[in-house]
């Protein structure tokens, strides 16, 4: 049995008796000179010492006891002091935990993953972007979009409008504006990450005016400069990668960067990136002498086009006992208004990054503000 030297404290004197202490039959024992009592352990309150201080017992008469490394002493009477032993006592301490806890997990995940992603991607290099942009367009090509046919000429002129727009920007990035015929995509355009936009053959037929293409542009270019692509990609996929990197896996982290192109296609911008990008078009437009209206008005014209593609697609595939065929669900068209169903997720071939521009009417109010008043 293990004995250990304790000063005792009686709580009515001021001087401590030198004591031996013995943990026995579940109960602390003190014998020394005046001195024999005994207390049951679960009286008996045990303080672990800060570095090199004795412990301290706390005795249910008033009295204290200090003895030098009692570690085993507390085990042996059952009590407890790592951190689990601590919060099992401590049951104000453990209920309050919880919330705690849940709390900063809430807002790890609510403010801080977008914060930590923004501050990512802050450091993440042009090249790194266009790199990613270019293999990304690589699979598109693969996948959906195939070579323009428009007249090289036509090409060249709107490149050159797109370079005037594109001027006074990052000068990190490398302003190239590429089209693609895209017959089942339809009329669209999109950003990639360091300043390639590609626009469809199908835009740029059923557009109007050339400003109706530089509205839709300048809009694109607020995604590139503001970084959205890379923004939205740390979002969704930094807590991936962050967990892989804490857990050691490596493998798993190798297989996150070679997803990128596809996630970076797959990404949906957040109603807040679509606002920045619009605001980004709106002091860029008039820069260029472009009336904010024509986005207005190129907006609603791709909307009826894609619905005027949806109800031909029914048709099609109506009665044929067919499922429809796997192509993008149109939110550029916004009309998730009318039908009131917002598709969540579909199961497309291609990339929703066509399908990324939800409500039209709500979003193109402020555009169509520039538009002449004639009803
Ligand atoms: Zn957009």
């Known amino acids: 049995m293990n004995v250990w030297q304790g000063r005792y404290f009686d709580g009515r004197s001021a001087g401590a008796k030198t004591v031996e202490v013995r943990c026995e039959q579940g109960s602390l024992r003190l014998d020394g000179p005046e ?23 706390d005795l249910p008469d008033g009295g204290a006891l200090e003895v030098n490394n009692a570690a085993l002493l507390a085990r042996q009477l059952g009590h407890r002091h790592d951190l689990a032993g601590r919060l099992e006592r401590s049951w104000k301490l453990a209920v309050l935990a919880v919330p705690l806890l849940v709390g900063t997990v809430f807002a790890a995940y609510q403010w801080g993953l977008p914060w930590l992603a923004d501050r990512g991607a802050e450091i993440v290099p042009v090249a790194a972007e266009q790199k990613l942009a270019s293999e990304t367009l690589a699979m598109l090509d693969r996948y959906g979009l195939a070579d323009s046919k428009l007249p090289r000429a036509r090409q060249e002129a709107l490149r050159q409008r797109f370079a005037a727009l594109a001027k006074g920007g990052n000068p990190d990035y490398q302003y190239r504006l590429e089209f693609r015929n895209a017959e089942d995509i339809g009329p669209n355009a999109f ?61 798993s982290v190798g297989t996150t960067m070679a997803a990128l192109p596809v996630m970076l296609a797959d990404l949906r911008y957040s109603r807040d990136f679509e606002r920045e990008a619009d605001d980004f078009a709106l002091r860029r437009l008039p820069e260029q002498s472009v ?31 067919k499922n429809r065929p796997d192509r ?39 555009f169509a503000d520039y538009c002449p008043q004639d009803k």
């Not at 001195?35 to 017992?57: D, E, L, N």
């Not at 550029?332 to 521009?357: L, V």
């Open 191 to 251: 950003a990639l990450p360091g300043g390639t936009v590609v626009m469809t053959d199908q835009l740029v037929e059923l557009a109007s005016s050339d400003d109706e293409l530089l509205a839709v542009l300048a809009h694109e270019i607020g995604h590139v400069e503001l970084r959205h692509g890379v923004r939205g990609l740390l979002r969704s996929s930094g807590l991936a990668v962050a967990v892989s990197v804490v857990l050691g896996d490596a493998t």
């Open 291 to 321: 009336s904010p209206c024509a986005f207005s008005t190129v907006m609603h014209r791709i909307e009826a086009e894609m619905k005027r593609r949806d109800r031909e697609d029914d048709r099609e595939h109506e009665g044929s006992g």
């Open 328 to 366: 993008p669900r149109r939110e550029s068209s916004g009309d998730s208004q009318e039908s009131g169903a917002k598709p969540e997720s579909d199961q497309s071939d291609i990339p929703a990054w066509f399908s990324t521009h939800p409500d039209t009417h709500e979003r193109t109010r402020r």
């Open 35 to 57: 001195v024999a009592v005994s207390y049951s352990a679960g009286q008996v309150r045990s303080t672990a010492p800060i570095g090199a201080m004795p412990w301290r017992f």
